[in-house]
């Protein structure tokens, strides 16, 4: 395993970050519309990862992987008191970060896009504009039995599969 596998395997048994993943898990129980899960976390990852490779851009993966990981850790919060999950999850990541070895550039840049995960950024080979579309592309509307109740944009939703 190399060195940058490491720093995302440890925040993926951060003692904080699998509490907080708890916690949107309790509160999600009886969703029927999408979770904010390890697998919707994975799922961004990996599409975030095979955009970067396709277009040829020079995120390394523990950037992705932390980005995706960490976009929603703060949803548990959006649950107990309304506040707005992005700006949330963007302060408990920094800590996580932080403790798993992250410089203080990449903690920057990966909590700017997890700020903005929710706003489509016009430039289309940035970490922002990477995590919106992955976090938008990895649900699969095309086999959801929510689909009709679902608020999503018709136009959002995911009718195939891209990725
Ligand atoms: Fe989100
Ligand atoms: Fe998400």
Known sequence: MKVEDDKINSILTHSKFLDY?????????SREFCRHNLQHFLDTAR???IL??????????????????????????????????DAASAV?????????????EE???ITEA????????????SLNY????????SRSCFDCKS??????????????IIY
Request: aromatic share 12%.
């Open 147 to 160: 689909i009709d109740r679902c608020n999503w944009p018709l136009e959002k939703k995911n009718s195939f």
């Open 92 to 104: 408990l990541a920094e800590e996580i970060l932080i403790d798993c070895g992250y410089s203080k």
């Open 47 to 49: 599409i975030a990862y």
């Open 107 to 109: 903690i920057i840049q």
């Open 52 to 85: 970067v490779l396709e277009k040829k851009l020079s995120f390394n993966k523990e950037l992705i992987y932390a980005a995706a990981l960490l976009h929603d850790i703060g949803r548990w919060m959006q649950y107990e008191d309304g506040r707005a999950h």
């Open 130 to 137: 990477i995590l919106y579309y992955s976090d938008k592309k």
């Open 114 to 125: 997890i700020k903005s995960h929710r706003t489509m950024e016009k430039d289309e080979n």
């Open 21 to 29: 993943l708890k916690r949107i898990q309790q509160y999600e129980s």
